[in-house]
């Protein structure tokens, strides 16, 4: 429909027009313009379903719009924006009417938008005060729904209002829907209702890691995955997202013409009631957050209020609708061809912009991932201005086709996290360039790494300055070389003020300048020193184990151990060699592969060496026990063992310890919570699945 040239020129409009949003006399020089831009991003928005602006900056130009044509109504066009109840339809699917059309609410986005509207309200049914019904705008799909003789006979999208899309086989995916009510309890035999489908947070999270999984690219946000659901042709993808329908209006309802029940509640003549009877029917409301309010200052506090708390909700919501709770009042006071002039919906900040991609810069992470980070130019966004989003990794980048140079939407995910939707691909003029990830840490300069089915390039040197507190931190923990007196906080300090750089730097630690600071007397400095020195005749395996290796846990440190003499040797292990050892799979072996092929790494334990830290084996002698040849893996919480407690058992009646599930393991014990461990367990026969009571009786005599 629009040539790039076209889009290109639109979109630049867009932005002069959004400086000036504030100007009459500017708005109305270019009040074609505004029309024409309006019509373009309501083709993008409904048509497409691809906008290049944020809902917030939509309604800034409509509001605009509106505000002139009500000073000059000579000025109105019958194709203005305004004039029409909705939007144009995908033309995929089959087209049905509304009984009622579903029009747009006025928006407002200050407590004045809130006083002139309660004003003009009052004015119109000349009341001095009204008692009002205000309640969560939910972020979704609009849906209409059609119940005839108490049964579900269709479900359709918003559309334009007037026409829309018959989803009815989708909307019956959909668990909190009842498929039949009881509408004949209230003497009514077709009622047509209004609501919205949501994706709460814990089914968005969950279904997007469930897409990771797969390798599959991860759903935006939760409105566009309930919108997009929606249109799905598979109604068995429908389901498994798990949506949910909440219902919040009647917009139209015929009386049983022979009602033979004699005892048939009375229809509701409030919106309140409406909820309630909507409630008791087995749909899910705003019943739980609406609240009935006399008076528009009252309303405003409880808005104010609710934003508050807005992120502790299990779904997403863009401000507040405020209704005349009466519907005798609301008939009285009837609609404009754009919305019914007795509700308003009251915005919360807005929560997406659209913003320029300067620059992106590469920040290494505590365990060396490297992570690009866009800087943008400053943009405000739930009231918060945001210069800085993190891109997560390179393959983000590339689906997403990120240019430096780009236009892009920017969107605060739960009002904390900004993120880059998408770039706005048909504004690039030419001069956008690729963003090239780096060879070498931006820190130290070491090669980077990308381990074999990973996405996160990562710096393998432990002795990078941008990951050095947190591997020292690792090292002198409890289960790693176990240095008492030297936890996080102590780490934390001693970095800060110069006197630690590094894990060598543990073992040359200037005590006496140590004993200068407040908090560390003469039996904390000793205490400090003795466990030190205890720390260097630690057994191999907590060596390993506290050098921080991507994926080596305890398990996999004690398999290490056991494979060599001398940690040196493993400078001479190929990858196939360390696949061979007990429960290395490749990418454990890739990342111990590519640990002690790194020279900072080597040169680092060198000089843990010299420093007097133990780099041999201690072969344990084969055990004979109850265990002796077979394999354990713990999973879940066990009831009364540790899970430390319960690894000891095995090694003491001579049992091994597996990392993972495979053909290699005989039993899985499971405690509480045991997740997908027990699932891959169940399809191998082989392996025995115990509960604790069951693994303690074998060790029984």
């Not at 899309?165 to 989708?170: E, I, K, R, S, W």
């Not at 249109?231 to 068995?236: F, H, L, S, T, V």
């Not at 509480?672 to 367990?681: M, N, Q, V, W």
Request: hydrophobic share 40%; with cysteine.
């Amino acid at each position: 429909m629009y040539s790039k040239e076209e889009i290109s020129q639109l979109q630049s409009d867009t932005i002069s027009l959004l400086k000036n949003a504030d100007s009459e006399t500017v708005m109305l020089k270019r009040l074609q313009t505004l029309r024409e831009v309006l019509q373009f991003h309501e083709h993008r928005y409904y048509v497409l379903s691809d906008p290049l602006i944020s809902d917030s900056e939509y309604d800034t130009l409509y509001k605009a719009l509106e505000k002139i044509e009500s000073k000059h109504p000579e000025l109105i066009t019958s194709d203005s924006p305004t004039q029409r109840v909705g939007n144009s339809l995908n033309a995929e699917f089959v087209t049905v009417s509304h009984l009622v059309p579903m029009l747009s609410l006025e928006n407002s986005y200050n407590e004045q938008d809130l006083i002139d509207w309660d004003k003009r309200a009052r004015g119109l049914i000349n009341a001095s005060t009204i008692e009002y019904s205000a309640e969560p705008k939910f972020d979704g799909a609009s849906i209409s729904l059609i119940y005839e003789n108490d049964f579900l006979v269709r479900g359709a999208t918003r559309g334009n209002g007037v026409e829309g899309d018959d989803v009815t086989l989708n909307i019956k995916q959909l668990r909190s829907l009842p498929l039949s009510a009881k509408f004949s309890n209230y003497g009514i035999g077709k009622i047509e209702i209004r609501g919205e489908v949501l994706m709460t947070k814990g089914s968005f999270k969950k279904y997007n890691d469930m897409l990771a999984e797969q390798n599959l690219p991860p759903l935006a946000n939760p409105r566009n995955a309930a919108s997009g659901s929606l249109r799905i042709k598979d109604p068995a993808i429908v389901r498994k997202r798990n949506l949910e329908a909440i219902i919040y209006n009647v917009s139209y309802l015929s009386t049983l013409k022979s009602n033979s029940n004699t005892n048939a509640k009375p229809q509701p003549i409030s919106h309140s009631q409406t909820l309630e009877m909507l409630s008791n029917l087995g749909f899910k409301t705003p019943a739980s957050q609406y609240k009935v309010i006399k008076g528009i200052d009252d309303v405003i506090a409880f808005c104010n209020e609710f934003e508050k708390e807005r992120e502790t909700l299990p779904y997403e919501i863009d401000g507040m609708v405020i209704k005349v709770n009466n519907i005798e009042l609301q008939q009285r006071m009837g609609y404009t061809t754009h919305h019914p002039r007795w509700a308003m919906a009251f915005k919360f900040k807005a929560k997406q912009a659209t913003s320029k991609l300067i620059k992106v810069e590469f920040q290494v992470g505590r365990t060396g991932s490297i992570t690009p980070v866009a800087k943008i130019e400053p943009v405000l966004i739930a009231g918060v201005t945001v210069t800085s989003v993190s891109l997560f990794n390179e393959d983000v980048v590339k689906e997403k086709d990120l240019h430096i140079g780009d236009m892009v939407l920017v969107e605060r995910a739960g009002d904390v996290i900004p993120y880059i939707v998408r770039p706005l691909i048909e504004l690039r003029t030419g001069k956008e360039t690729k963003i090239t990830f780096p060879k070498n840490c931006p820190v130290c300069k070491d090669e980077l790494v990308k381990p074999e089915g990973e996405a996160v390039w990562r710096c393998v040197n432990i002795n990078c300055p941008a990951q050095a507190v947190e591997r020292i931190i690792h090292f002198v923990s409890k289960d790693a070389m176990d240095i008492r007196s030297f936890g996080e906080a102590n780490v934390r300090k001693f970095f800060e003020m110069g006197l630690l750089k590094n894990v060598p730097g543990i073992y040359t630690l200037d005590l006496e300048a140590i004993a200068g600071i407040e908090g560390f007397g003469k039996k904390s400095i000793d205490n400090l020193r003795s466990a030190i020195e205890k720390s260097k005749a630690q057994p191999l395996n907590r060596l390993i184990f506290g050098l921080g290796i991507r994926y080596v846990g305890e398990t996999t440190a004690k398999t290490l151990a056991n494979a060599t003499e001398y940690i040196f040797d493993f400078e001479k292990f190929s990858i196939e060699d360390l696949l061979n050892l007990q429960d290395v799979g490749i990418k454990v072996a890739d990342s111990i592969y590519h640990f002690f092929h790194n020279d900072d790494n080597i040169l680092m334990l060198k000089k843990l060496e010299t420093l007097g830290v133990n780099m041999r084996s201690t072969k344990k002698e084969v055990i004979q026990g109850n265990f002796t040849g077979q394999t354990f893996l713990f999973t879940g919480t066990l009831p009364t063992l540790k899970r430390s407690e319960a690894e000891d058992l095995v090694e003491k009646e001579g049992g091994q310890l597996l990392g993972s599930v495979n053909n290699k393991l005989n039993f899985l014990v499971v405690g509480k919570d045991a997740g997908s461990k027990l699932d891959k367990a169940k399809k191998i026969k082989t392996i025995k699945i115990l509960d604790e009571e069951e693994f303690l009786k074998m060790i029984q005599p």
